[in-house]
C-alpha cells in the first residue's frame, strides 16, 4: 500500500527554522502535486505550500518569504523549510500528495495524506 511518513518536526524557539521530510512510498507510476498541510487546535485544516511535479510552487499569504517547498523527484520525497518562524506557526504539519496508481488509467489519481508532525513554536 502506499504510505506517506513526515519527519523533521519538533519544539523550536521563535525566530528559529526547521526543515519537515515527506518520503512517499509503495506500488504507484507517479507524484503529481505534493503539499503541506497544517492544522491547529480548533482551527481548519489549510495549505501552507504546494509543489506540482515541474516544480511551480503556491504558498499561503501567512508564510511567504519564510518557507520554502522543494521535491526531489528520484526520492519521491518533498520538503518544507520553514525559517523565522513564529508561534502561529504552531501546528501538525500534514503532508500530501496526489499520486497516480496505474500507468494507463487516468481514473486512478488520488490523493494521500501523511499522519502529521507537530511543531510547536515557543515565544
Known amino acids: 500500500q502506499v504510505q506517506l511518513v513526515e519527519s523533521g518536526g519538533g519544539l523550536v524557539q521563535a525566530g528559529g527554522s526547521l526543515r519537515l521530510s515527506c518520503a512517499a512510498s509503495g506500488s504507484f507510476f507517479s507524484i503529481n502535486t505534493m503539499g503541506w498541510y497544517r492544522q491547529a487546535p480548533e482551527k481548519q485544516r489549510e495549505m501552507v505550500a504546494s509543489i506540482t511535479q515541474s516544480g511551480s510552487t503556491n504558498f499561503a499569504d501567512s508564510v511567504k518569504g519564510r518557507f520554502t517547498i522543494s521535491r526531489d523527484n528520484a526520492k519521491n520525497t518533498v520538503y518544507l523549510q520553514m525559517n523565522s518562524l513564529k508561534p502561529e506557526d504552531t501546528a501538525v504539519y500534514f503532508c500530501?500528495?496526489?499520486?497516480?496508481?496505474?500507468?494507463?488509467?487516468?481514473?486512478?489519481?488520488?490523493?494521500?495524506w501523511g499522519r502529521g508532525t507537530q511543531v510547536t513554536v515557543s515565544s
Open positions: 500530501n500528495a496526489q499520486l497516480k496508481l496505474r500507468r494507463y488509467d487516468p481514473l486512478s489519481v488520488r490523493d494521500y
